[in-house]
Each structure stands twice: as C-alpha cells, then as structure tokens.
C-alpha cells in the first residue's frame, strides 16, 4: 500500500495530487504567513485590508490547485496565470499595509520573499507545461 504523506510521495519522485507539487505547498506557506501577519491589523480594516490581503493570499494555492485539476493543460496554464495575478495583488496590498503602517517593514519583508519565491516556481511551472505542449 503506498504512502499519502506528500513528502514521502515526493520524496519517491511521485506526484500523485496538486498536494504533492512544492509550488502548492510553499503556497500554501505563504498564505498562512498572510493570514498570521493580518491579525496584527487594526480591527477596523477587518472588512477591507484584512480581507483583501487573505483573499489574494488564499486564490495563489487555490488556484494552483483548481488548475491541476483540470482536463487539459491550456485550462491548468491559465489557472497558474491566474495564480500570479493573485500574487502580485497580494503582493501590493503588503507594500501598501507597509506604507499607511498597518505593518512594519520587517513584518512584511518575509511575506514578500515568498512572494518572490512562489512567483519563481509559478513561471517555472507554466514555462515546464507550455514546452510539453510544442514538444
């Protein structure tokens, strides 16, 4: 019987479930670090910062993962495209918190490093989909 564990399954060279792909997971990283750097926030922004800045956070995994669940690679390339988008909205409202000082610039340093490195793996992954496509 073969193991569920990610890592393990990983580990083998296995990919078995979007929860396998390390794009997901350090996504899923990423937004957790989101939701834990928005409890800091003023209650007020609740409904408007807070919010914003979770929901971009969450569609990054989610879309990842609504993609690699789809039929065909031009659906699961646009998914991940969607997914960047996510990032990069999720990246503006951290620099924008930052700005109006709902979070200090170490606060959100980290948040937009995984940024980066999730937006590295995104790009890598669509470019990976789109050369098996021509091939």
Same mark, same amino acid.
């Given at each position: 019987?073969?193991?569920?564990?990610?890592?393990?399954?990983?580990?083998?060279?296995?990919?078995?479930?979007?929860?396998?792909?390390?794009?997901?997971?350090?996504?899923?990283?990423?937004?957790?670090?989101?939701?834990?750097?928005?409890?800091?926030?003023?209650?007020?922004?609740?409904?408007?910062?807070?919010?914003q800045m979770r929901r971009s956070a969450a569609s990054v995994p989610a879309n990842i993962a609504e993609g690699n669940?789809?039929?065909?690679?031009?659906?699961?390339?646009?998914? @991940?495209?969607?997914?960047?988008?996510?990032? !990069?909205? =999720?990246?503006?409202?951290?620099?924008?918190? #930052?700005?109006? /000082?709902? +979070?200090?610039?170490?606060?959100?340093?980290?948040? @937009?490093?995984?940024?980066?490195?999730?937006? !590295?793996? =995104?790009?890598?992954?669509?470019?990976?989909? #789109?050369?098996? /496509?021509? +091939?």
């Amino acid at each position: 019987m073969g193991s569920t564990d990610p890592e393990t399954r990983r580990a083998a060279g296995s990919i078995q479930s979007y929860r396998d792909l390390r794009v997901w997971q350090q996504a899923m990283d990423l937004a957790e670090s989101c939701y834990r750097l928005t409890r800091g926030f003023p209650r007020k922004e609740l409904y408007g910062a807070v919010t914003q800045m979770r929901r971009s956070a969450a569609s990054v995994p989610a879309n990842i993962a609504e993609g690699n669940g789809r039929e065909n690679r031009g659906e699961y390339i646009q998914f @991940l495209r969607i997914a960047q988008g996510s990032l !990069k909205e =999720l990246e503006t409202h951290a620099l924008l918190a #930052q700005r109006v /000082g709902f +979070a200090d610039r170490e606060d959100v340093a980290p948040l @937009l490093s995984r940024c980066e490195a999730v937006g !590295k793996m =995104l790009r890598a992954l669509i470019r990976s989909l #789109q050369s098996k /496509g021509k +091939a």
